[in-house]
């Protein structure tokens, strides 16, 4: 009797070990193949928002042109155009796109992720993530609420620019274009030095993102991975 309970035991023993053994094997891919999609996510992420960095500095540099301008000498009307086209009315927000991360989270998987660095880097990017998605909420809650309705009460600008929005011709008066003299307008300028000082925050802001991602791809587990 006592040799048959010891045979048992160790058979259930050895099961058990086996199925612990397999489950471990299955986590493990799991792991390996949450670590190859998110360091994908990771490099096209940071490349969407590296070229997010040059569209904000090309905002800044049409609106740095336009507040240096001579008004006794400005630049022919096409040029104040496009100007005013690609410094005041460029709008593009950018969000961290990571479906590996947000699967992990969704599914309760992030457990599966040894890596101490890597789970410390993972936590830290949830609060970047809220974080840019505040910044493009607070930029477009300035662009639509401050920004335009200044240019629509300055008459006409918003049907001078080349390429303008047509779903938002509800939103300006369908008037005659009136350019000549926009550099002596105060409130117009006002306008530039206020999107020039909101544009060179979401630009200080991608870049530090930029750099956050950049450390989050180089951690040991990611490092090598898809190069």
């Excluded at 390996?32 to 992420?45: I, K, T, V």
């Excluded at 927000?93 to 599966?112: H, K």
């Amino acid at each position: 009797m006592g040799i048959e309970f010891v045979v048992i035991v160790t058979g259930v023993f050895v099961a058990l070990s086996a199925e612990a053994w397999w489950s471990g094997q299955e986590d493990r891919a799991l792991e390996e193949a949450y670590l190859d999609a998110l360091a994908g996510d990771l490099d096209r992420s940071i490349i969407a928002l590296d070229s997010g960095v040059v569209e904000v500095s090309r905002w800044i540099e049409n609106l740095h042109v336009l507040a240096q301008a001579d008004p006794d000498d400005p630049p022919s009307p096409d040029s104040l155009a496009s100007l005013i086209a690609n410094g005041l009315f460029s709008l593009e927000g950018y969000q961290v796109s990571l479906p590996s991360y947000q699967d992990l989270q969704s599914t309760g998987r992030l457990a599966l992720i040894r890596d101490p660095e890597l789970r410390r880097g993972l936590a830290l990017l949830d609060t970047r993530m809220a974080e840019l998605d505040e910044i493009a909420a607070d930029f477009r809650e300035s662009q639509h609420g401050i920004i335009d309705p200044a240019l629509v009460r300055w008459g006409d600008l918003p049907m001078s620019i080349p390429h303008y929005d047509p779903s938002m011709v509800g939103v300006f008066p369908l008037r005659t274009p009136r350019l000549e003299g926009i550099l002596r307008n105060e409130e117009f300028m006002s306008v530039v030095a206020f999107r020039t000082s909101l544009s060179g925050y979401v630009r200080a802001e991608y870049e530090y993102s930029l750099e956050f991602l950049r450390g989050l791809r180089e951690i040991p587990a990611l490092a090598d991975r898809g190069r």
